[in-house]
């Protein structure tokens, strides 16, 4: 157990339909990062948050958003779901404790699946 | 900007056979070196790190050297186990930068 929770584990949906997926990070950890893992694109990284802002963004779609709350809990946001966006969609959190700045540890993931 | 690249999958090998998954990088300055294990229907899990030149991580095994004159970190393991079957995935971050990680190579090892 990496100490990574998200929720839900699974989800199934239509196209053009918006979902949230949230993600609560390990104790102590401040920095959060979204990723799409899909078989014919692999694992991509989405966004990172840190601290509540927004540190660093890879390949994520205009469609999607995501925040990190105070109580650094985060939530990724997809709308206008289109088939292509089913995927296992994975949070990691680094950044506390006793691990060091970079090592991530990653939740179980969400499994979208868009009908 | 960085990148890494990993060995096609899948790899097939046979118990106790010998493993090596080559894992090449493209950085600027220093990053850390990382392989992570996905296990069917779980998420990535940290296998082992280095941070910096010459350093060797080790887990359940697995051995990866940072090699920085070959910006190199393959992964070894001198006999592998059926329970070893996983998606193997080399990752390279340096701070206050997005991770880069490597597509994954698909481990299978047969009785």
């Given amino acids: 157990d990496s100490g990574v929770t998200q929720t839900p584990k699974h989800l199934i949906t239509a196209t053009g339909q918006r979902v949230t997926l949230r993600c609560s990070p390990r104790s102590g950890d401040l920095s959060v990062y979204w990723y799409q893992q899909s078989l014919d694109q692999g694992l991509q990284f989405l966004i990172q948050y840190y601290n509540g802002e927004e540190r660093a963004k890879g390949n994520i779609l205009e469609r999607f958003s995501a925040q990190q709350f105070p109580d650094l809990h985060s939530e990724l946001n997809l709308s206008s779901l289109e088939l292509g966006d089913s995927a296992l969609y994975f949070c990691a959190s680094s950044g506390g404790g006793s691990s060091s700045y970079n090592e991530q540890f990653f939740g179980p993931g969400t499994r979208l699946t868009v009908l | ?111």
Wanted: charged share 20%; net charge neutral; proline share 5%.
């Fill in chain 2, 1 to 111: 900007g960085n990148s890494v690249t990993q060995m096609e999958g899948p790899v097939t090998l046979s118990e106790e056979a010998f493993l090596t998954i080559n894992c090449t990088y493209t950085a600027t300055g220093y990053p850390s070196l990382f392989w992570y294990v996905q296990y069917p229907g779980e998420g990535l899990q940290l296998l082992l790190k280095a941070t910096k030149a010459d350093d060797k991580g080790s887990n359940k095994g697995f051995e990866a050297t940072y090699r920085k004159e070959t910006t190199s970190f393959h992964l070894e393991k001198g006999s592998v186990q059926v329970s070893d079957s996983a998606v193997y995935f080399c990752a390279l971050i340096r701070p206050l930068q997005k991770v880069t990680f490597g597509t994954g190579t698909k481990l299978q090892v047969i009785p």
